[in-house]
């Protein structure tokens, strides 16, 4: 079941610097319930990119040079 998520979402960290194809970076999504609950709601979150140098899969963000 998911909870009902009440606010704002956080997003961790708020910017990602891209320098190597192998380098590996994590996101981590978040709210909070009414209650003040916090949830990871990174399993559902989606990520795109406006950036067309960038290739965005399911789970990870890689440079393209």
């Avoid at 999504?29 to 990520?47: C, E, F, N, R, W």
């Amino acid at each position: 079941d998911q909870l009902p998520i009440s606010g704002n979402i956080q997003i961790a960290p708020a910017a990602l610097k891209l320098t190597h194809h192998r380098h590996e970076h994590s996101l981590i999504v978040s709210g909070k319930t009414a209650d003040g609950i916090a949830v990871d709601l990174s399993p559902q979150a989606v990520l795109t990119s406006a950036d067309p140098t960038s290739m965005v899969d399911h789970r990870s963000v890689q440079c393209r040079f």
